[in-house]
């Protein structure tokens, strides 16, 4: 009788795991990692993109690296995409590859955030 008990729990738990794993894949589906390569200059673009990013729908992290301006993204693919991701950084003043900075949100940001503002770079800027 023990020994029967004893199997009978083993196979529950054996069944249990792979219904975890199964579940485990699927939520693996549902969360993706983009990398954006941005126009940031410094430690306070990274604040600034950083934040704007914790507000968009559907992101779980972003992480920019000031040194080679590449911002990763972490985020929910039913509830957004890296064309609106981009989109996104834009909005806040900054290039996101091919997606140009918003013009307005740009002349916002302080002259160090600026393109040329650390480097002497060009600025290529999208009117709204």
Not at 36 to 42: D, L, P
Not at 52 to 57: G, H, K, L, P, V
């Amino acid at each position: 009788m023990r020994i029967k008990q004893l199997f009978l729990l083993a196979i529950l738990g054996v069944i249990g795991f792979s219904f975890q794993a199964q579940a485990q894949k699927k939520a693996n589906k549902r969360v993706a990692t983009i990398k954006i390569k941005t126009s940031s200059q410094c430690e306070m673009c990274k604040e600034r993109i950083e934040k704007a990013m914790a507000y968009e729908r559907g992101i779980k992290s972003a992480v920019l690296d000031v040194e080679s301006k590449i911002l990763t993204v972490t985020y929910k693919t039913r509830k957004t995409s890296p064309d609106k991701i981009r989109k996104a950084v834009s909005k806040v003043g900054y290039d996101a590859d091919e997606v140009p900075a918003w013009k307005k949100a740009y002349d916002k940001l302080p002259a160090c955030c600026q393109k040329g503002g650390h480097d002497g770079g060009k600025m290529k800027m999208k009117k709204n």
